[in-house]
């Protein structure tokens, strides 16, 4: 009788959707007032008021730190933010062949090599990996930058803070305090956002007691597929495609003709404007009026066009429409925006996996079987027709 209740169709949630498997007091996404809150602190408030390094922190340890706690954590992140000789020859070895995503998943993975606790599941273990990373990702980010356009790579310079650091690195120049303050928001805003598809991945890992760089191999996987975090940068290469506001009338009939999804529009959550995209769009503005070309005013075309023919159903622009534009004014390459996602999603990753794995349970759920139930009568492969 259970098993015919357990396999009942109507308890199916594809994709998992609105299923609840755990509670967090990391952050909460309220996906029909468009509204984001990390701790408490609503999405908006820490984008103009805090920072990258404060947002890691309140993410890590549940509350904002105070002086002294800012600091430590700032210089932990500082010391530990050196990557080796043998992580660079990789990343070097990989420019160039293959998506630096890729590079990014392999170059997460050596890590564990260099780490003489990487198979500990103990949480103190976890911790210290989990902040390693989060001091190594954008060492390795912007290495992958360097190397894919032929450059040497910049070692991170302790003067400098995160979002600051990691433009340095990447782009070999500093940033003006606007761009600055542009990049440090566009990473506060990525930093956590729920239980979403790569997050999941990082927690599915841990609660098999695997150890933290495992659990963020998995999330920097997951994050590489076009329909979560690889939407940045196809959505960027949409609207260059479109060039001009005029053409995306016709581009977007064509997509729909197709089938095609319009990248940087649509979420499982948000059934309103995300407000992440909100945010970003003020910058991407700042950098229309200072673009040559016409990518904001297409942009703002194709919203405009998307809202009218689909807002009715739920389906506004993500954080994905918008940050590829500022990425793109920053100066990075478009194959890097899903690469600068992960720095930022880094932070959400390893604070989620610490709090479920500090209350940990397997996570294992079923699927209904809809195949034959037989018992078939087997037929040796010589007989088979
Ligand atoms: N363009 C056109 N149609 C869409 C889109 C879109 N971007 N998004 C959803 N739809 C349609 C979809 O075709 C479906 O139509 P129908 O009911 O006629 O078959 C309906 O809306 C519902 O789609 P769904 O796939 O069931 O909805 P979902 O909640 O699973 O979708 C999504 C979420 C993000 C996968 C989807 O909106 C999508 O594919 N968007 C484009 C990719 C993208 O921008 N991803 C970034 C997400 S935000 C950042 C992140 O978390 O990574």
């Not at 650091?165 to 761009?179: C, Q, R, S, T, V």
């Not at 933290?212 to 959505?235: Q, V």
């Not at 990753?349 to 349970?361: D, F, G, K, P």
Request: aromatic share 8%; with cysteine; net charge neutral.
């Amino acid at each position: 009788m259970s098993d015919v209740k357990n396999n009942n169709e109507s308890d199916l949630r594809k994709g998992l959707e609105g299923v609840i498997a755990a509670e967090t007091k990391i952050g909460y996404v309220n996906g029909t007032e468009g509204k984001l809150f990390y701790g408490g602190y609503e999405i908006q408030t820490l984008a103009e008021q805090s920072n990258y390094e404060e947002v890691s922190y309140l993410l890590l340890h549940g509350k904002l730190p105070d002086r002294n706690e800012y600091e430590k954590y700032c210089k932990a992140l500082k010391e530990k933010a050196t990557i080796s000789k043998n992580v660079e020859k990789i990343i070097e070895e990989m420019a160039g062949k293959v998506h630096p995503m890729s590079i990014l998943r392999t170059a997460v993975s050596y890590l564990s090599v260099e780490d003489k606790r990487e198979s500990e599941s103990a949480l103190d273990a976890q911790k210290e990996m989990g902040e390693s990373l989060i001091a190594k990702m954008p060492t390795i980010v912007a290495a992958i930058q360097r190397a894919d356009q032929g450059k040497d790579i910049i070692k991170p310079d302790p003067d400098l803070n995160y979002a600051t650091n990691f433009y340095h690195m990447a782009l070999g120049k500093n940033p003006d305090p606007i761009e600055s303050k542009i990049m440090d928001t566009a990473l506060i805003v990525h930093a956590d956002h729920g239980m979403n598809a790569s997050t999941f991945s990082a927690m599915v890992t841990i609660s098999t007691m695997a150890d933290m760089y495992s659990a963020i191999t998995s999330a920097i996987s997951t994050l590489k597929g076009p329909l979560h975090g690889g939407a940045n940068e196809r959505a960027l290469k949409m609207l260059q495609s479109m060039g001009s506001p005029e053409n995306v009338e016709k581009k977007l009939s064509e997509m729909h003709e197709n089938g095609e999804r319009v990248m940087g529009f649509g979420h499982r959550v948000y059934k309103v404007y995300d407000p992440r995209a909100k945010i970003l769009k003020k910058f991407a503005e700042y950098f229309g009026d200072r673009r040559k070309d016409k990518l904001f005013a297409t942009a703002m075309k194709t919203e405009e066009l998307m809202i009218n023919k689909y807002g009715e159903r739920g389906i506004f622009p993500n954080v994905d429409f918008y940050s590829g534009i500022i990425y793109d004014s920053l100066g990075f390459s478009t194959d890097l925006f899903t690469p600068i996602f992960a720095v930022a999603r880094i932070s959400g990753w390893v604070a989620r996996s610490l709090e479920y794995a500090s209350n940990n349970r397997l996570f294992r759920p079923k699927a209904n079987y809809i195949g034959d139930r037989g018992p078939l009568k087997y037929v040796a492969i010589q007989d088979r027709e």
